[in-house]
């Protein structure tokens, strides 16, 4: 089945610092891609999604670009603030095509906590 | 806007307790998933249903039971609870494959 590998973190940042976190994966054919956002006490909330190769995600000032290159697909946003402070979680289709039922496989999380 | 609820959110059981965690949601999703999060781990699937009446087991299943006798409703049964089952339960629905999952606030248990 398709596998993802997420940075391990924690990631500490300060205000309006630049924010990059890595997600690679292996997969069969080209599956949709998804990052995910937990905010503290929270459920998870689907952030952004590229659904093929060269896509770009975008949601909140959060962007992901879909690399069949290097089977990446990682998270980068400018400008981070106080409230960008959660855990980002990248999923991917456990199987290729229309086997998966819309299960999903996750990385382990990234925490990231940003201070003023 | 209710999206997915789930019930309760806060457990303790004592070993060998049985419980039912809710799951409900008013989207009219024909996926349904229960997954479970343990400190550092992600998110392992426990079971699925792809519709009313169709359910099947995830990576993790041992020791639960489900049942899905509506499109809006997937309970999580567990029979006899185990330390090991001490987790944050979420809930989480998807209108096909490929549109992603809108997840409830999850219900967090503790075994003791």
């Given at each position: 089945?398709?596998?993802v590998t997420q940075m391990e973190g924690p990631v500490?940042?300060?205000?309006?610092?630049?924010l990059t976190i890595n997600c690679t994966?292996?997969?069969?054919?080209?599956?949709?891609?998804?990052w995910?956002?937990?905010?503290?006490?929270?459920?998870?909330?689907?952030?952004?999604?590229?659904?093929?190769?060269?896509?770009?995600?975008?949601?909140?000032?959060?962007?992901?670009?879909?690399?069949?290159?290097?089977?990446s697909f990682h998270l980068e946003?400018?400008?981070?603030?106080?409230?960008?402070?959660?855990?980002y979680f990248c999923?991917?289709?456990?199987?290729?095509?229309?086997?998966?039922?819309?299960?999903?496989?996750?990385g382990q999380g990234t925490i990231l906590?940003?201070?003023? | 806007?209710?999206?997915?609820?789930?019930?309760?959110?806060?457990?303790?059981?004592?070993?060998?307790?049985?419980?039912?965690?809710?799951?409900?949601?008013?989207?009219?999703?024909?996926?349904?998933?229960?997954?479970?999060?343990?400190?550092?781990?992600?998110?392992?699937?426990?079971?699925?249903?792809?519709?009313?009446?169709?359910?099947?087991?995830?990576?993790?299943?041992?020791?639960?039971?489900?049942?899905?006798?509506?499109?809006?409703?997937?309970?999580?049964?567990?029979?006899?609870?185990?330390?090991?089952?001490?987790?944050?339960?979420?809930?989480?629905?998807?209108?096909?494959?490929?549109?992603?999952?809108?997840?409830?606030?999850?219900?967090?248990?503790?075994?003791?």
């Amino acid at each position: 089945g398709n596998s993802v590998t997420q940075m391990e973190g924690p990631v500490t940042l300060s205000e309006e610092a630049f924010l990059t976190i890595n997600c690679t994966y292996t997969a069969t054919g080209y599956p949709s891609l998804f990052w995910y956002v937990q905010y503290p006490g929270e459920g998870l909330q689907l952030l952004l999604k590229a659904t093929k190769a060269d896509d770009k995600g975008s949601n909140k000032g959060f962007e992901a670009t879909y690399r069949k290159e290097t089977t990446s697909f990682h998270l980068e946003k400018g400008s981070v603030q106080v409230s960008d402070s959660a855990v980002y979680f990248c999923a991917l289709p456990v199987n290729a095509g229309g086997t998966s039922y819309g299960k999903l496989t996750f990385g382990q999380g990234t925490i990231l906590t940003v201070h003023p | 806007n209710a999206g997915v609820t789930q019930t309760p959110k806060f457990r303790i059981l004592k070993i060998g307790q049985s419980m039912t965690l809710q799951c409900t949601q008013d989207m009219n999703h024909n996926y349904m998933y229960w997954y479970r999060q343990d400190p550092g781990m992600g998110l392992k699937l426990i079971y699925y249903s792809v519709g009313a009446g169709i359910t099947d087991k995830g990576e993790v299943p041992n020791g639960y039971n489900v049942s899905r006798s509506t499109t809006e409703d997937f309970p999580l049964r567990l029979e006899l609870a185990a330390p090991s089952q001490t987790s944050v339960y979420f809930c989480a629905s998807s209108r096909d494959q490929g549109y992603g999952y809108t997840f409830g606030s999850g219900t967090r248990l503790t075994v003791v």
